[in-house]
């Protein structure tokens, strides 16, 4: 399921089925970084509204399990803009379905770039207003060089 919240937003909800989990009945870490780099491919696509693939994704920390049986909610903003580039962080949380109880699990950032035909970098039609950028300054300095 998906839902656009807010400019920059995007959310998608799922539940976790025993495909995949491993044999501890978590989901795979591999299946939990497939679903964050398509939220936020899909976040910086809706942002930019131009070709965007993935260049990187920094640290991701996987702070607590998800369970078989469990909601995961994915939530992607963009928290900053380069010449060329959209950096998204994503936070996916695990919920329990008959309690709603809520935990954050993993949280990361994604940087994705505009393309041409061609596969080549291209400059974004839009920016994040700097009132709105999330990074300090020298955190979105490093974002200009991509």
């Given at each position: 399921?998906l839902?656009e919240?807010?400019a920059?937003?995007?959310?998608?909800?799922?539940m976790?089925?025993?495909n995949?989990t491993?044999?501890?009945?978590?989901l795979f870490?591999?299946?939990?970084?497939?679903?964050?780099?398509?939220v936020a491919?899909?976040?910086?696509?809706?942002?930019?509204?131009?070709t965007m693939v993935?260049a990187?994704s920094?640290?991701?920390?996987f702070?607590?399990?998800?369970?078989?049986?469990?909601i995961v909610?994915?939530?992607?903003r963009v928290i900053?803009?380069?010449?060329?580039?959209v950096?998204v962080?994503?936070e996916?949380?695990a919920e329990?379905?008959?309690t709603g109880?809520?935990?954050l699990?993993?949280?990361?950032?994604?940087?994705?770039?505009?393309?041409?035909?061609?596969?080549?970098?291209?400059?974004?039609?839009?920016t994040l207003?700097s009132?709105?950028a999330?990074?300090?300054?020298?955190?979105?300095?490093d974002?200009?060089s991509?």
């Amino acid at each position: 399921m998906l839902a656009e919240t807010e400019a920059g937003e995007t959310r998608i909800v799922e539940m976790v089925f025993p495909n995949q989990t491993n044999h501890y009945g978590t989901l795979f870490g591999g299946h939990a970084l497939r679903l964050m780099d398509m939220v936020a491919f899909i976040t910086a696509s809706r942002f930019a509204r131009q070709t965007m693939v993935t260049a990187c994704s920094e640290r991701v920390d996987f702070q607590a399990p998800i369970r078989q049986g469990q909601i995961v909610e994915l939530t992607g903003r963009v928290i900053a803009t380069g010449r060329t580039s959209v950096t998204v962080e994503v936070e996916m949380y695990a919920e329990e379905l008959l309690t709603g109880k809520r935990d954050l699990c993993t949280r990361g950032r994604f940087i994705l770039v505009a393309v041409d035909e061609h596969q080549r970098p291209v400059p974004l039609r839009k920016t994040l207003n700097s009132k709105t950028a999330s990074l300090s300054a020298t955190e979105g300095a490093d974002q200009q060089s991509t």
